[in-house]
Structure formats: C-alpha cells, structure tokens
C-alpha cells in the first residue's frame, strides 16, 4: 500500500554518479510534504571467498573521512545500468584482479531507503584466479587482502568492519550457507 504519492519532481543536481531530485508529495492524510531523494544505479556487492577466507577491498572514504574495510562494490561508470552479472564480474576484476569460476546472486541491498533509490544485487563469487587490478582513478589507494573468517567475525565485533552495505552483505552470505546446509 503507498501511503505518499508523489505530486511532482525536480532534479536538482547531477554528476557522473548520481543525481538528487526534491519531490513535492502528498501524505496518506492529504497533507503535502517534499523527499528528498538520491538516484544512483542499480550496483553489486561481491564477496570474494575461497575455503574459509574473504577478500576484502581497504579504501578512504571522504564522506566519513577514514579508510574502511570492505567487500568489492560499485556501480557502472556514468550512471549506466548494466546487468548486475555482468557488473559483478567488472568491479570484482577492477577492484581486486580476482576472476571468478562461480558467481551466484545471494540478495540484493537496500542501500539506504530513507534518502536513496540504490538497490545493490549481492554475489558470491567462489573458484577465484589471480590477475591484476584495473583500478579506477578514487581507488589507486585501494588495499587488499584476504581474511581468515574468524577475524572478520572479530573486526566486525571490534568496530574495524562497520560498513552497512559490507555487514548486510555478510548476513546475506550466512543465510545463504545456512539454507544449504
């Protein structure tokens, strides 16, 4: 049941990236109200795992101005639209080198429904070979490694892994063992 409806929109701004519009809106009770909403493509979050271990990207994020730990993640240049395979296998080759045998879709991310229309499509990519990276320009300073999954369970519990889309991913990947065990 939708119980705003949206009266009329304006783009307000855009980049390469996204774009953000304020829409004029109608409450369930008549009463008028404006969202503002952030626009950006559908992208992909990929959790690099081989035996008991997952790889995970390092890079600084300005918006919160520190270095996070997190899964390989993106979306296509331009604000394209790309289909979420063929897009997971471009961000996990660009951002780690990684090439994987598998990828299996395990979710999909509400990225932050509140203020934004991103969805991200999660995969699992699993047979992975070495190659190298193809960074873009913002990810030169992109660290990379893998992790034994008790310490990602224990950089989570320490607050060293606290991004939301990392974290949502990782419930994902517990739902998805535990319905095939």
């Given at each position: 049941?939708?119980?705003?409806?949206?009266?009329?929109?304006t783009?307000?701004?855009a980049?390469?990236?996204l774009?953000l519009?304020?829409?004029e809106?109608v409450r369930?009770d008549?009463s008028?109200?404006i969202?503002?909403?952030i626009d950006?493509?559908?992208?992909?979050i990929?959790?690099p795992?081989?035996d008991?271990?997952?790889?995970?990207?390092?890079?600084f994020?300005?918006?919160v101005?520190?270095?996070r730990?997190?899964f390989?993640?993106?979306t296509?240049?331009?604000?394209?639209?790309?289909?979420?395979?063929?897009?997971?296998?471009?961000?996990?080759?660009?951002?780690?080198?990684?090439r994987?045998?598998s990828?299996?879709q395990i979710?999909?991310?509400?990225?932050?429904p509140?203020f934004?229309?991103?969805?991200?499509?999660?995969?699992?990519?699993?047979?992975?070979?070495?190659?190298?990276?193809a960074?873009?320009?913002e990810?030169?300073d992109?660290d990379?490694?893998?992790w034994?999954?008790e310490?990602?369970?224990?950089a989570v519990?320490?607050?060293e892994?606290?991004?939301?889309?990392?974290?949502?991913a990782?419930?994902?990947?517990i739902t998805?063992?535990?319905?095939?065990?």
């Amino acid at each position: 049941m939708v119980s705003i409806k949206r009266v009329s929109s304006t783009e307000i701004y855009a980049n390469p990236w996204l774009s953000l519009r304020e829409d004029e809106i109608v409450r369930a009770d008549g009463s008028p109200g404006i969202y503002s909403v952030i626009d950006k493509p559908a992208g992909v979050i990929v959790i690099p795992r081989d035996d008991n271990r997952l790889y995970l990207v390092e890079q600084f994020r300005y918006a919160v101005e520190a270095r996070r730990w997190e899964f390989p993640a993106g979306t296509a240049p331009d604000r394209q639209s790309l289909p979420p395979e063929e897009l997971a296998v471009r961000e996990l080759s660009e951002e780690t080198g990684l090439r994987a045998e598998s990828m299996t879709q395990i979710g999909s991310v509400d990225v932050a429904p509140g203020f934004s229309s991103q969805r991200q499509a999660v995969f699992l990519a699993e047979a992975l070979s070495p190659g190298p990276p193809a960074r873009e320009h913002e990810e030169q300073d992109m660290d990379a490694r893998w992790w034994p999954v008790e310490q990602v369970w224990a950089a989570v519990a320490s607050g060293e892994i606290c991004d939301a889309q990392t974290l949502a991913a990782l419930t994902l990947l517990i739902t998805h063992d535990t319905a095939k065990a």
